[in-house]
Structures are given as C-alpha cells and as structure tokens.
C-alpha cells in the first residue's frame, strides 16, 4: 500500500504568501501520479477553504478543502472526544470559529466550559485579559499548536505556542495541547483518513514540531530545510529525522 504524505504548511509549502518552487514540483507530481496526501499544519486561523484559496492564489492548483487538516480541527475533535460538555469560547480566527461550530459547539463568551487558544494576528490586550478570566473561573485552557514562531516573507512573527505560554504563566493553569509534537492532531488526522501511523509519511520544515509528531507517533519522517531548521540542527536537538532533503522535488520518484 503506498503511504499518505502529512504535509506542513508554513516553511514547507510556503513563507506566508511567497510559494517555494521545490514545493510545487513535488505537490504537481503528487496529483499527476495520484498520491495521496493531507495537509497537516498547526495553523488554526484557516478554514479548510481559505488555506486552499491562499494556496491557489499563490499558484499551486488541484487543491481542495478536503486536503486540510488544522489544529483547530484537531482540537475541536479530542475536546468533543473526551467531554459530553460543549459550550467553548476561542481566541482565534475563522478556522477556529468554523471548527468549533462544525463540531456541535456552541459558543458562549460568558460561561465556557472550555477557552481555545488559537492565533489570532488581531487580538490584543482587552481580549487577552477578558480570556483570562474564563480560565481562572473555572474554563479548561486547550492550546490549538505550540509553535514558539511563525516564519513569513519579511522574518519570524510570534507564533500561537508563544500566546498559550502568555495564558498558562497568567493564570498558572496548564494547556491541553493538540497541535504538532503532541499526539491529538496526529490522532485526529490518521482518524479524518482512516489510516494508521505506518501509512503514513510526515513532512515537514519544524524538527521540534513537525519530525517529533511523526517520531513520537511511529510515523516516517523527511525533514525538509526550506524553513526553521537545517541539516546542522539535528544534532543540537538530538531530533532524527528519517529523510532529509534541501527541496521537496527530491521524493519525486
């Protein structure tokens, strides 16, 4: 049986709205040969439709909704897992929104059983204070990704993993964490395909992230160096990826 491709988005497929041609090489052969693949990110800000529009908008074609797969959707998926309670309020953007609602949610910014910590490049302090105080009366805190930092054309950004740090010294509560390394959206993309870890290959630009997913999970690993990490960071993060390659037109085969 051939394997699944899991692929990151941000530094793998793309540095926010600059395509990396490597990239699209490898995807266009992918819906020439008919591979299989899902677009696996720690982006919660996203709906399945805007990540495709972003994408096409920046020339890669053949994409659809149904190639995505977020941390907002994998959060949205463990919580209604594990609780039978379903009232939540986010920070975050229309991903997060989308998914929760999509999920049989309701939203309410008064009385949450649970507060999502997703991205969202417009909040600010009001929202952040306001947010607090869910958690500290009594809403459990579920942290969408843990990424430290967001690579983009013009340099790194603060990324969400940076944002759920801010709300666990806030309010001393700990996150339940979904996105990549932590097992839930792994979990909840196998599941969304109806395969398990050994049909799978994990690819991505993050070792902290994307490789220790795939390691922790027992699925393949190829680092790509088109992001965060190089050949060189391998060894100080004692993270070993299966594969590794400078561009992603290198798995053609």
């Known amino acids: 049986m051939e394997k699944v491709y899991l692929i990151d988005l941000d530094g793998t497929m793309y540095r926010g709205t600059q395509i990396i041609e490597s990239a699209k090489l490898f995807l266009d052969w992918c ?3 008919g591979k299989s693949f899902l677009f696996l990110t720690n982006n919660s800000c996203r709906t399945p439709q805007q990540a495709a529009d972003h994408m ?4 890669y074609r053949g994409i659809r909704p149904e190639h995505f797969y977020t941390s907002a959707m994998a959060a949205a998926d463990t919580v209604a897992k594990r609780s039978a309670k379903r009232r939540a309020w986010y920070i975050g953007e229309e991903g997060m929104r ?15 059983d649970f507060l999502f910590v997703g991205l969202n490049r417009q909040a600010g302090y009001p929202q952040y204070s306001e947010a607090i105080r869910l958690v500290l009366n009594g809403a459990q805190l579920i942290g969408t990704n843990n990424d430290r930092i967001l690579l983009s054309e013009t340099g790194a950004n603060v990324g969400n993993g940076s944002v759920v740090a801010l709300f666990e ?10 996105g990549k390394p932590y097992a839930p959206i792994l979990e909840g993309a196998l599941q969304f395909l109806q395969k398990q870890a050994k049909d799978a290959v ?5 070792l902290e992230t994307d490789i ?13 160096t088109t992001g965060v990490h190089r050949k060189e960071d391998i060894e100080r993060l004692q993270i070993f990826p299966d594969h590794v390659v400078s561009g992603l037109d290198e798995l053609i085969g």
Not at 102 to 112: A, E, R, T, V, Y
Not at 202 to 206: F, L, S, V
Not at 215 to 221: K, N
């Open 31 to 33: 819906l020439e040969k």
């Open 56 to 59: 096409l908008r920046m020339g």
């Open 98 to 112: 989308e998914a929760l609602v999509k999920k049989g949610f309701i939203l309410d910014s008064n009385h949450p």
């Open 169 to 178: 010294y806030c309010t001393s509560v700990s996150a339940m964490k979904i």
């Open 202 to 206: 994990m690819i991505g630009d993050n």
């Open 212 to 224: 220790l997913c795939g390691i922790r999970g027992g699925v393949e690993t190829v680092l790509v």
